[in-house]
């Protein structure tokens, strides 16, 4: 019996791991294998030798384990080694076949286009948040804990209202528009190169007036800063993309926050936030490719 295991680093807040499932439910239907299950490194659950336990006990002998990153980090090289490992100790008779993380890919870009074109107001950003109430639990490490938004601390008011945006009008351009691509940042080279290649077949489409690329930590421009280069292109209207894999709280709460402040600095300027990258279909495509590819190649 054979399985594939979507492994993924896991995140503080509750519920972020769901859209990965999601991936996981497409996949299994598609009949790539018997079961196809999530573990996480950290925090979210279950954990990844959680998943090979229950494998086992259900008969699975091969496993085919696929990174769910954008680059092949230190996550996928050494902490993924690491756990499987450890998982071989535990169940000597499995045996485990690793895919290429999902690196660079074509259809990232559509992604990103897919994100922008369903972008929403201001009213809507907290609805990660929103969502995340309804996976609660009562854990210290979540960003929500002992806080007004957490479900468990008594007088929360409204918590898991998710507000559903008016239809917008249909647009036909974004001519007069910013595209601003929102990225964590990494100090390794080939992080950002990766993402680099995917602005640039966004950039070729010649959609937007500008397209420019922010970034929370370790790189520049900074979110703010290239929030005042789109502006300086005399736009009226910023559409905001995280290209993050997982909800996580950058995306839920610390990417609002910055777009929220960006409105106040120029509200003549209309700021739009999309979907994060792992919520489009087209990253079941890429995890499918890339799970065929080391099928094929056995």
């Not at 769901?18 to 018997?34: F, P, W, Y």
């Not at 290429?100 to 107001?121: C, H, I, N, Q, Y």
């Not at 007088?155 to 528009?177: D, M």
């Not at 929102?182 to 397209?211: C, D």
Request: charged share 20%.
């Amino acid at each position: 019996m054979n399985a594939i295991i979507l492994f993924s680093h896991g995140s503080l807040l509750c519920g972020a791991g769901e859209t990965l499932k999601v991936h996981a439910r497409k996949l299994q239907e598609r009949g790539l294998a018997e079961r196809v299950e999530v573990g996480f490194l950290n925090y979210s659950d279950p954990d990844f030798l959680v998943t090979v336990k229950d494998l086992s006990e259900a008969g699975v002998t091969q496993i085919l384990v696929t990174p769910y990153f954008l680059v092949p980090g230190v996550f996928v090289k050494v902490n993924l080694p690491e756990r499987i490992a450890e998982a071989k100790s535990q169940f000597p008779h499995i045996e485990f076949t690793v895919t290429e993380a999902l690196g660079f890919d074509p259809r990232l870009a559509d992604a990103v286009l897919e994100s922008a074109w369903k972008a929403t107001p201001s009213e809507t950003w907290r609805n990660t948040l929103a969502e995340a109430t309804h996976f609660c639990r009562p854990a210290p490490v979540c960003p929500l804990y002992d806080t007004p938004l957490c479900p468990k601390r008594a007088g929360n008011g409204k918590l898991g209202e998710v507000i559903v945006p008016e239809t917008q009008a249909e647009r036909t351009s974004f001519k007069e528009s910013a595209l601003l691509v929102m990225i964590h940042g990494s100090p390794r080279p080939i992080a950002n190169e990766k993402m680099y290649e995917v602005v640039q077949i966004v950039r070729g489409f010649n959609l937007f007036a500008t397209v420019e690329v922010g970034f929370m930590e370790c790189n520049a421009p900074s979110i703010p800063e290239a929030i005042d280069l789109c502006v300086s292109h005399g736009v009226k209207e910023v559409v905001a993309v995280p290209y993050f894999l997982h909800t996580g709280n950058h995306v839920a709460d610390d990417l609002p926050t910055l777009l929220e402040e960006a409105q106040e600095k120029y509200p003549n300027v209309r700021f739009l936030l999309g979907d994060y990258l792992g919520k489009s279909d087209a990253l079941t495509e890429i995890l499918e490719s890339r799970i065929l590819q080391s099928i094929n190649a056995l």
